[in-house]
């Protein structure tokens, strides 16, 4: 069982800058690949970042590929989002998400994972 508790989000202006921490507990961090998911209100949860088990292994959505950095260290069992160049869209409920496969790759569908934090809100004001 895994136990994970995000943190970082609160209010930003466009173009602000922010770094949501995403904790795990248990000492298997290391086994999971890790990702970030959102939610708008009305809207489906959707991908934003994905990191595989090793590190080595990256995915973005194209919507915030190259304003957020996906990271992890496994020393203290936390992944992290940095998110830089912050867009009204962007505002949503922010989930990192665990998986229990063995592959090292970065998953990208919400069904690849089994482990849910509880989310942290984003806004970004215009």
């Known amino acids: 069982q895994v136990q994970l508790v995000e943190s970082g989000g609160g209010l930003v202006q466009a173009g602000g800058s922010l770094r949501l921490s995403c904790a795990a507990s248990?000492?298997?961090?290391?086994?999971?690949?890790m990702g970030w998911f959102r939610q708008a209100p009305g809207k489906e949860r959707e991908f934003v970042a994905a990191i595989s088990r090793s590190g080595g292994g990256l995915y973005y959505a194209d919507s915030v590929k190259g304003r957020f950095t996906i990271s992890r260290d496994n020393g203290k069992n936390t992944v992290y989002l940095q998110m830089n160049s912050l867009k009204p869209e962007d505002t949503a409920v922010y989930y990192c998400?665990?998986?229990?496969?063995?592959?090292?790759?970065?998953?990208?569908?919400?069904?690849?994972?089994?482990?849910w934090g509880q989310g942290t809100q984003v806004t970004v004001s215009s």
């Open positions: 998400a665990a998986d229990l496969s063995m592959l090292d790759y970065a998953k990208t569908r919400r069904d690849e994972y089994s482990y």
């Open positions: 248990g000492r298997t961090f290391s086994r999971h690949g």
